[in-house]
């Protein structure tokens, strides 16, 4: 018999038909059984008798056929798309048999310690709320996708290795490739840049290899970055792109996903006009109204970041600041020194609810001074050399931004740590299972009968 997704089951009422998915709950009454089977389109609750149900439980994969029923009045759960209907079992074929779980699944909140939640990540992304998280960044990276485009821009697929570090810095994996060392790229910049002449306008969404020597809450050794890059732009034009791109995909996945958001006690975002304060400016407000000292200062800590976006949500209605400005020496050999203080350059964070969640800069285009950069750096212009042949063959202003997908997937979701918005996230301490654990022997599971 054609399979039926559980929510098509509503317009299926007296009809037979069957399901696949699996099972989410079992609750035993007697000689009735109930179970909760869930497929991609949503959960139903199936009536079974005890014979037939045998030693069904939690997570087993099945088929069963059976007639959808409307559920008496009082018995209908409105929080359900399909709280009206039932399905009645008649017949069950197990197409995989689930090992015995290593803590109860069934429960509405999975209630773990963060190790044991990543040690068994391929489990725990099963439940309904962890499975949610994944749900709200698709949407992210589709609110991304649909601004971008309407911007014009051409998405592009970057490398993940490279001749150079991309960002400079310690922060770099190095590798051996064919007896020659390469890099993982810190970031897509120097492949966006490099098609903004053949594009004028890009958008990637690519992975970033940041060596990072500590452990935080908000730092993943591999992140991902939803970056563009635009031709033909100065430095107010870019900090309206940022603002507009950032808007539109909190707006899009707030429109898309109230049910997770209200799930997750996430508050709503205050779109507000998005304050743009310097670097010094934000620094004179944190000592003026938090009374830190932080003026010569930089970067802002991240205390700072709290305090800067608590004053712009009271005073702006805004959970967005934007800071611009900051120490040409803090940020990467390509941003463009600000012409009235070289000092300072173009550049800017985009902070959301408390937390950076964008940077990006106007960037030197022209050949020689960027080459100058490089040098001042430390760093040796011909390891560069693919990058520079974009600079030196016609190079329009141009500049551009990158968010932190898990960042941002955090921040709207109101998680406590970047790990959970990582599918599979990686750490110091941490690639798919905790390093230290890895000389152990992985214990062979109990045999499912
Ligand atoms: P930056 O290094 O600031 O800039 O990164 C841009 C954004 O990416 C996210 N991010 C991270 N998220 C989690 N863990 C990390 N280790 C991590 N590193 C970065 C942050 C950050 O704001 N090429 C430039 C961008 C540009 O100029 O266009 C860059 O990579 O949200």
Known sequence: MERTLILYCNNKIDQTVSISGFVQTRRDHGKIVFLDVSDRSGVIQVVITGEIAGDLKHQDVVTIEGKVSKRPEKLINSNLPTGSIELQGEKIEILSKAAELPFDMGTKELDLQLPTLLDFRSLTLRHPKVKAIFKVQDKILEGFRKITEELDCTEIVVPEISASATEGGAEVFKFDYYGHQAFLTQSPQLYKQMLVPVMERVSTIAHAYRAEPSVTTYHLSVATQMDCEFGFVQFEELLDLLELVGTNIVKYVEEHCQKELEEFGAEKTAFGKIPRLTLREAQEIIFKEFGRDHRSEKDLDRQDEIDICNWAKEKHKSDFVTITHFPTKKRAFYTLPDPKNPELSLSYDLLYKGLEILSG?????????????????????????????????????????????????????????????????????RVDIRLSQKAHDIKPVKKPN
């Open 361 to 429: 800069s106007q960037r030197i285009n022209e050949y020689n001074q960027l080459v100058e950069a490089i040098k001042e750096r430390g760093m040796d212009p011909k390891d560069f050399e693919m990058y520079l042949q974009a600079f030196k063959y016609g190079m329009p202003p141009e500049g551009g931004f990158s968010f932190g997908l898990e960042r941002l997937t955090m921040k709207i979701l109101n998680l406590l740590n970047i790990r959970e918005a990582s599918l599979f996230p990686r750490d110091m301490e």
